[in-house]
């Protein structure tokens, strides 16, 4: 079981940058699907989540208007559209299914400049 985050980088604010996370070792079909943000020190904070079948969102208060969360079954990958983005989105992202958790992904570094 894995799930490997990409797509992070060096941005600047007002940016924008698409995330991807792809699972191995089983399928995301069936599972509500989540994004959350770590940075030192902190706790992961869960920034937005998807549904099964991609109906229904949910996203943080600070990420609503600006973020978008998605998903294609077919190739066991979600993704999180992130525009207009603040110098305070700085954080590793994360993937996963929001419970139970699998074994956490590397994560992806986003650096938002300012």
């Known amino acids: 079981v894995q799930l490997v985050e990409s797509g992070g980088g060096l941005v600047q604010a007002g940016g924008s940058l698409r995330l991807s996370c792809t699972a191995s070792?089983?399928?995301?079909?069936?599972?509500?699907m989540a994004w959350y943000r770590q940075v030192p020190l902190k706790q992961r904070e869960l920034v937005a989540k998807?549904?099964?079948?991609?109906?229904?969102?949910d996203y943080a208060d600070s990420v609503k208007g600006r973020f978008t969360i998605s998903r294609d079954n077919g190739k066991n990958t979600v993704y999180l559209q992130m525009n207009s983005l603040k110098v305070e989105d700085t954080a590793v992202y994360y993937c996963?299914?929001?419970?139970?958790?699998?074994?956490w992904g590397q994560g992806t570094q986003v650096t938002v400049s300012s």
């Open positions: 996963n299914v929001p419970y139970p958790s699998r074994p």
């Open positions: 998807i549904s099964s079948g991609g109906g229904v969102t």
């Open positions: 070792g089983f399928t995301i079909t069936s599972n509500f």
